[in-house]
Each structure stands twice: as structure tokens, then as C-alpha cells.
Nanobody, 125 residues
Framework: QVQLVESGGGSVQDGGSLRLSCAVS????????VSWFRQAPGKEREGVAA????????FYADSVKGRFSISQDNAENTVYLLMNSLKPEDTAMYYC??????????????????WGQGTQVTVSS
């Protein structure tokens, strides 16, 4: 069974940076998706960024383009989300998720069959 462990959340001020990590284990596929989602209180879970392992293709929500960057460390089976120029509206619980290749869009939570426990990001003004 896949295991995802997130880390790196915290509290920063407006304009600050954080790097989230997602350690992936027990997911025996050559090509698969690893994505970051976030959910703020009272709001739906939204896709932030996605990486297609095995191709290197990346995708971002419009709200984070140019500020966030998703990358991987092959040796450690870890996917990172570097978040720069953070804004108060980025405050949320952040989750990483994995999915096999399927027909759903990367930002559709139903695409994913494994989720981490989440890490909180709080940006103060």
C-alpha cells in the first residue's frame, strides 16, 4: 500500500518561502502522477501543482504559476513543492497525492488513489 509522508509546512509572513516535501513509498509504477493539493477551511480541495513521474511534465494552477515549483529527487523518491512569494490566500492544509495514469485531469481529486496526511501552511500579512 502506498505511503506518502509530507513535511515542511509552517508559518511565514507575506512574501516568504517554504519548501514542502512528499516522500513516496510502496508505489510500484514506472509512470504516475504526484500532485499537491490544498484545502482551506470551508473551501473545496484544489489542485496546486502536478508532476508526471517518468516524463518530467509539470502542471500548475493559475493562482500559483510563477511562484510555485514542483520537482523530484529520484534517488530519494521525494517530490518537492517550492513556494515563493507566499500570500495570505495560500494559507491551507497542503496534501500530496499519487495517481496512476488515467483519464481524469490532474486537478481532479478523484484521479488519485493515495493521499498523505497533510501539512499546514499559514501565511500572515
Amino acid at each position: 500500500q502506498v505511503q506518502l509522508v509530507e513535511s515542511g509546512g509552517g508559518s511565514v509572513q507575506d512574501g516568504g518561502s517554504l519548501r514542502l516535501s512528499c516522500a513516496v513509498s510502496e508505489y510500484t509504477r514506472t509512470r504516475y502522477w504526484v500532485s499537491w493539493f490544498r484545502q482551506a477551511p470551508g473551501k473545496e480541495r484544489e489542485g496546486v501543482a502536478a508532476l508526471l513521474i517518468g516524463s518530467g511534465a509539470t502542471f500548475y494552477a493559475d493562482s500559483v504559476k510563477g511562484r510555485f515549483s514542483i520537482s523530484q529527487d529520484n534517488a530519494e523518491n521525494t517530490v518537492y513543492l517550492l513556494m515563493n512569494s507566499l500570500k495570505p490566500e495560500d494559507t491551507a492544509m497542503y496534501y500530496c497525492a499519487v495517481a496512476p495514469l488515467n483519464g481524469r485531469h490532474w486537478y481532479d481529486p478523484l484521479k488519485y488513489d493515495g493521499w498523505g496526511q497533510g501539512t499546514q501552511v499559514t501565511v500572515s500579512s
